[in-house]
């Protein structure tokens, strides 16, 4: 029975053996095995912060917080957004920046969370972080909370139903 083994003879080319499968619970571009290069705009946009500012960010939006990834070496920590929901001109936090279409992002696999390299800070399967939100944290402010819109159902239900007299 051959035994399929992982050696540098390997073809790199075949990123479906070394990215996510769909059962992971994972998108598929993030690696399996080894750290790969991943285009932002794509799949994801990416704001760059200081490790100081985006910290501080990340424990303000706590669980509202999507995809984080971090550097030790560089001090720099990247909060992956939804594609297209940011623009250049819209971006205005000092010390950070929106990272143009194109830029090559390192993505880790999913079961590298700690060490002295690139790492998951909070995994893709959390979910997306807002725009706005990430804007407020990372400026140090806390995010205005959520607020579900009412449907127009509910607000009917809630009108002072008339009484009888006695």
């Not at 479906?16 to 750290?35: C, E, K, N």
């Not at 990247?78 to 819209?90: D, N, R």
């Not at 706005?132 to 009412?150: D, F, M, N």
């Amino acid at each position: 029975m051959p035994v399929e083994t992982y050696g540098w003879d390997d073809d790199l080319t075949d990123l479906t053996r070394y990215s996510a499968q769909p059962h992971d619970g994972l998108p598929f571009w993030v690696p399996r095995i080894q750290t790969q290069q991943v285009r932002c705009g794509e799949h994801f946009e990416a704001i760059r912060a200081p490790v100081t500012e985006a910290e501080r960010a990340h424990q303000i939006l706590g669980s509202h917080s999507g995809p984080v990834l971090a550097n030790f070496y560089t001090k720099i920590w990247y909060f992956l957004l939804e594609p297209g929901l940011v623009t250049p001109q819209a971006w205005t936090v000092r010390g950070t920046r929106l990272m143009r279409a194109g830029a090559l992002i390192a993505i880790p696999p999913a079961s590298i969370t700690y060490g002295r390299d690139v790492r998951w800070v909070v995994l893709p399967e959390q979910g997306h972080t807002d725009p706005h939100a990430l804007q407020q944290a990372l400026e140090g402010h806390a995010p205005a909370p959520v607020t579900p819109r009412r449907s127009r159902r509910s607000r009917t239900d809630t009108r002072p139903t008339p009484t009888s007299p006695c």
